[in-house]
């Protein structure tokens, strides 16, 4: 098989000394496409934070495993080397650097020393990636996120991911505060990613999304836990029916981080 | 405490000094008369700075010898680094430490009568025009004790004087070469813009030495007469050891401009005080500043723009960027003055600080004392935010490289200003050479 895999095992995880994940199992494959579904505030951005070691994130137990390389043992730039990426939800504003040149530094960073694209290369695949995304090319050369719209900070994320070509992308809430227009521009670009090298995981806890790009796989989390997992049908029939079916299953009352079933 | 300044040297020094570069008895005088002046004057007090134990009148040599340059081919490589293209050397002053040691002015620019020579060969051939300039508008001799030392034992320097109507295309340069550790200079220049004049004047002031002991005390007075226009660049990066005051002031007439474009990079303790008096109705000033501070040295950098005419505008805009356990202060200060009307004083300072032991401090100050005006003004001192470092790393960007880019970036906004184009070139050398 070509892809990598990504397998988090009873992965628990504290913000400032209160456990927000406590245990959560999943593996993606290269070709896979996982969505974890769930309300708010129960958990589902604390685990892409964990995965990528953003500083505030505490792994107090579990494991991360990129293929056989153990992620937790990483800093946050290895981790991206690895072949890991984050679309965040709130992209940092960098004053002073421009979107191009972040874009080069991060791909040079990755293809190593001695192994630089050649400026003009680099000129050329930006310019197609942000055609592709209806991207204004002179974003180019705007300063990295400041000033950005929601919906061009959130095709600037796609764009870096469609330029990095990372073997597992992390998804977080992509699709929040995107208008129609601009939520099928996104999708365009992360079904054009679509392939056997690349395992995606997508965060929402909206069906909307996954209207344009369909998963293999559906999670739902609540309490800081995955507590179901089935196929694409599995998000239809929350958007239909909403959570509280699961919630009645499980004999859970209140879904969100600190409360126990 | 003392404050004796107990100097090395006396005023047969300074007497035969004079005699040996064969100066008029007017300077000699005025040396003289500054020697006493430095005995009774108090230290100056740059805010929230104490000075009192840096060391700016204690030093053995005030006389070193260096070879001069006869082709441009010698010059050590980071000079020719600065000089860049042939063209540009067009219009050149090197001093080396003290000695001057190549010169060069565009024939066109000496047959419409532009002076461009060391601060000696001036005194001795342009002496009246000197006369009417040194330290007697811009900066005057008995402000505190370092300027009147400064007078007294000056050993280097520049004049450029632009007449009447004479506008330069080509930048005029300056490179003050420090490359002898007894060094300790006292550079005075002067650039005098007559009525509706133009030139843009850059300078480095470099050391080639890893670190020295040594005294630097530098005067630059600017000179704008109405409708003149002076773009001033300077890049200084001397090195650690150097104890540096320097002031550069200007004094701008009726309609007149002065730009300050200023890479402040010192290895060494620095007091710096950049003051621009807008004299005439009509004046503008604008200074821009970059600073990058590292190692364990200690600055203060004090900018100043002081509204005397109506309709003036003064604009300060400065980045500083401190690492290890270095530490800075920045005082701007806009200055309107009674009667002053219709005046604008901006001012904008924000430092980054790098590590824990780094200081920075940023003062804004308006002193407003006229009703009919308008001023403002933004500052800001702050550490590097771990989320955007964060940011950065998530996309395989190492620290180092990510640490790089957000000090680029915060001071890309002053440096992207800068109105000279060589200086830009330069300071982005210079800054990527002390953040790596």
């Given at each position: 098989?070509?892809?990598?895999?990504?397998?988090?095992?009873?992965?628990?995880?504290?913000?400032?000394?209160?456990?927000?994940?406590?245990?959560?199992?999943?593996?993606?494959?290269?070709?896979?496409?996982?969505?974890?579904?769930?309300?708010?505030?129960?958990?589902?951005?604390?685990?892409?934070?964990?995965?990528?070691?953003?500083?505030?994130?505490?792994?107090?137990?579990?494991?991360?495993?990129?293929?056989?390389?153990?992620?937790?043992?990483?800093?946050?730039?290895?981790?991206?080397?690895?072949?890991?990426?984050?679309?965040?939800?709130?992209?940092?504003?960098?004053?002073?650097?421009?979107?191009?040149?972040?874009?080069?530094?991060?791909?040079?960073?990755?293809?190593?020393?001695?192994?630089?694209?050649?400026?003009?290369?680099?000129?050329?695949?930006?310019?197609?990636?942000?055609?592709?995304?209806?991207?204004?090319?002179?974003?180019?050369?705007?300063?990295?996120?400041?000033?950005?719209?929601?919906?061009?900070?959130?095709?600037?994320?796609?764009?870096?991911?469609?330029?990095?070509?990372?073997?597992?992308?992390?998804?977080?809430?992509?699709?929040?505060?995107?208008?129609?227009?601009?939520?099928?521009?996104?999708?365009?670009?992360?079904?054009?990613?679509?392939?056997?090298?690349?395992?995606?995981?997508?965060?929402?806890?909206?069906?909307r999304l996954l209207n344009y790009i369909t998963p293999d796989y559906v999670h739902v989390m609540m309490q800081g836990r995955v507590v179901k997992s089935g196929g694409p049908e599995l998000a239809q029939r929350l958007e239909a029916e909403g959570y509280d079916w699961i919630k009645q299953e499980l004999g859970i009352e209140d879904e969100t981080v600190g409360q126990e079933a | 405490m003392t404050t004796e300044t107990n100097l090395s040297f006396d005023k047969d020094f300074v007497r035969s000094f004079s005699t040996e570069m064969n100066e008029?008895?007017?300077?000699?005088?005025?040396?003289?008369?500054?020697?006493?002046?430095?005995?009774?004057?108090?230290?100056?007090?740059?805010?929230?700075?104490?000075?009192?134990?840096?060391?700016?009148?204690?030093?053995?040599?005030?006389?070193?010898?260096?070879?001069?340059?006869?082709?441009?081919?010698?010059?050590?490589?980071?000079?020719?680094?600065?000089?860049?293209?042939?063209?540009?050397?067009?219009?050149?002053?090197?001093?080396?430490?003290?000695?001057?040691?190549?010169?060069?002015?565009?024939?066109?620019?000496?047959?419409?009568?532009?002076?461009?020579?060391?601060?000696?060969?001036?005194?001795?051939?342009?002496?009246?025009?000197?006369?009417?300039?040194?330290?007697?508008?811009?900066?005057?001799?008995?402000?505190?004790?370092?300027?009147?030392?400064?007078?007294?034992?000056?050993?280097?320097?520049?004049?450029?004087?632009?007449?009447?109507?004479?506008?330069?295309?080509?930048?005029?340069?300056?490179?003050?070469?420090?490359?002898?550790?007894?060094?300790?200079?006292?550079?005075?220049?002067?650039?005098?813009?007559?009525?509706?004049?133009?030139?843009?004047?850059?300078?480095?002031?470099?050391?080639?030495?890893?670190?020295?002991?040594?005294?630097?005390?530098?005067?630059?007075?600017?000179?704008?007469?109405?409708?003149?226009?002076?773009?001033?660049?300077?890049?200084?990066?001397?090195?650690?050891?150097?104890?540096?005051?320097?002031?550069?002031?200007?004094?701008?007439?009726?309609?007149?401009?002065?730009?300050?474009?200023?890479?402040?990079?010192?290895?060494?303790?620095?007091?710096?005080?950049?003051?621009?008096?807008?004299?005439?109705?009509?004046?503008?000033?604008?200074?821009?500043?970059?600073?990058?501070?590292?190692?364990?040295?200690?600055?203060?950098?004090?900018?100043?723009v002081v509204h005397y005419g109506r309709n003036t505008e003064g604009y300060i805009l400065k980045h500083g960027v401190m690492k290890d356990s270095a530490s800075s202060i920045f005082n701007g200060i806009g200055h309107i003055l009674h009667g002053a009307s219709k005046s604008n004083a901006e001012q904008e300072s924000r430092v980054l600080m790098l590590s824990e032991k780094a200081r920075g401090d940023a003062n804004p100050i308006l002193l407003i004392d006229e009703d009919d005006?308008?001023?403002?003004?933004?500052?800001?001192?702050?550490?590097?935010?771990?989320?955007?470092?964060?940011?950065?790393?998530?996309?395989?960007?190492?620290?180092?490289?990510?640490?790089?880019?957000?000090?680029?970036?915060?001071?890309?906004?002053?440096?992207?200003?800068?109105?000279?184009?060589?200086?830009?070139?330069?300071?982005?050398?210079?800054?990527?050479?002390?953040?790596?």
């Amino acid at each position: 098989m070509a892809g990598s895999t990504l397998t988090i095992k009873d992965l628990h995880v504290e913000i400032d000394g209160k456990e927000i994940l406590k245990g959560v199992n999943l593996e993606i494959k290269g070709g896979e496409i996982h969505a974890i579904m769930g309300p708010n505030g129960t958990g589902k951005s604390t685990l892409s934070s964990a995965i990528m070691g953003h500083p505030k994130y505490e792994v107090t137990s579990g494991s991360i495993m990129l293929d056989d390389q153990n992620v937790l043992e990483m800093e946050v730039d290895e981790r991206a080397r690895a072949g890991l990426f984050l679309a965040m939800q709130y992209p940092s504003e960098i004053n002073g650097v421009t979107n191009a040149d972040f874009l080069r530094s991060a791909l040079n960073s990755r293809l190593g020393e001695g192994n630089e694209i050649s400026l003009m290369k680099f000129i050329r695949k930006m310019d197609k990636q942000m055609e592709f995304l209806e991207m204004d090319l002179d974003m180019a050369q705007r300063y990295l996120n400041e000033g950005f719209s929601g919906g061009e900070k959130k095709r600037n994320e796609i764009l870096q991911l469609m330029m990095l070509e990372p073997k597992i992308a992390i998804l977080d809430e992509i699709d929040s505060g995107l208008d129609i227009d601009a939520l099928k521009v996104v999708s365009k670009g992360i079904n054009q990613m679509r392939g056997e090298d690349f395992g995606c995981l997508v965060i929402t806890h909206y069906q909307r999304l996954l209207n344009y790009i369909t998963p293999d796989y559906v999670h739902v989390m609540m309490q800081g836990r995955v507590v179901k997992s089935g196929g694409p049908e599995l998000a239809q029939r929350l958007e239909a029916e909403g959570y509280d079916w699961i919630k009645q299953e499980l004999g859970i009352e209140d879904e969100t981080v600190g409360q126990e079933a | 405490m003392t404050t004796e300044t107990n100097l090395s040297f006396d005023k047969d020094f300074v007497r035969s000094f004079s005699t040996e570069m064969n100066e008029p008895a007017w300077m000699e005088e005025f040396r003289l008369k500054a020697f006493e002046l430095s005995e009774t004057l108090p230290m100056p007090r740059p805010d929230k700075t104490k000075i009192d134990k840096w060391n700016f009148t204690q030093f053995e040599t005030h006389t070193v010898k260096s070879s001069s340059y006869t082709l441009l081919a010698e010059l050590p490589e980071e000079v020719q680094a600065l000089i860049g293209e042939e063209a540009a050397a067009k219009n050149l002053y090197i001093q080396r430490n003290m000695t001057p040691a190549y010169i060069s002015l565009a024939e066109e620019l000496k047959g419409q009568g532009v002076i461009f020579t060391d601060i000696f060969t001036a005194i001795r051939e342009h002496s009246e025009l000197v006369q009417k300039y040194f330290l007697t508008e811009a900066v005057k001799i008995d402000e505190h004790r370092l300027i009147a030392l400064h007078a007294a034992l000056v050993n280097g320097g520049a004049f450029l004087y632009i007449p009447k109507n004479v506008e330069i295309k080509e930048p005029i340069h300056s490179i003050y070469l420090h490359d002898d550790a007894d060094t300790n200079l006292f550079n005075h220049v002067i650039v005098v813009a007559d009525d509706n004049s133009s030139v843009t004047y850059v300078e480095n002031y470099l050391s080639t030495l890893e670190s020295a002991n040594g005294v630097f005390n530098i005067v630059t007075e600017v000179i704008a007469k109405a409708g003149a226009k002076v773009q001033y660049g300077a890049v200084d990066t001397l090195a650690k050891g150097i104890t540096t005051y320097v002031n550069r002031r200007g004094s701008a007439g009726r309609d007149a401009r002065i730009e300050w474009a200023l890479g402040l990079m010192n290895e060494g303790n620095t007091i710096s005080e950049n003051t621009t008096n807008l004299m005439g109705d009509g004046a503008y000033g604008d200074t821009k500043t970059v600073v990058v501070g590292r190692g364990e040295q200690t600055q203060n950098f004090t900018t100043k723009v002081v509204h005397y005419g109506r309709n003036t505008e003064g604009y300060i805009l400065k980045h500083g960027v401190m690492k290890d356990s270095a530490s800075s202060i920045f005082n701007g200060i806009g200055h309107i003055l009674h009667g002053a009307s219709k005046s604008n004083a901006e001012q904008e300072s924000r430092v980054l600080m790098l590590s824990e032991k780094a200081r920075g401090d940023a003062n804004p100050i308006l002193l407003i004392d006229e009703d009919d005006v308008t001023a403002g003004h933004a500052a800001s001192v702050g550490r590097v935010d771990p989320v955007q470092l964060y940011y950065l790393m998530s996309r395989g960007i190492p620290k180092k490289e990510a640490e790089r880019l957000v000090i680029h970036g915060f001071l890309a906004p002053v440096v992207n200003q800068l109105p000279i184009e060589g200086v830009k070139k330069q300071l982005t050398a210079v800054i990527e050479r002390k953040v790596r």
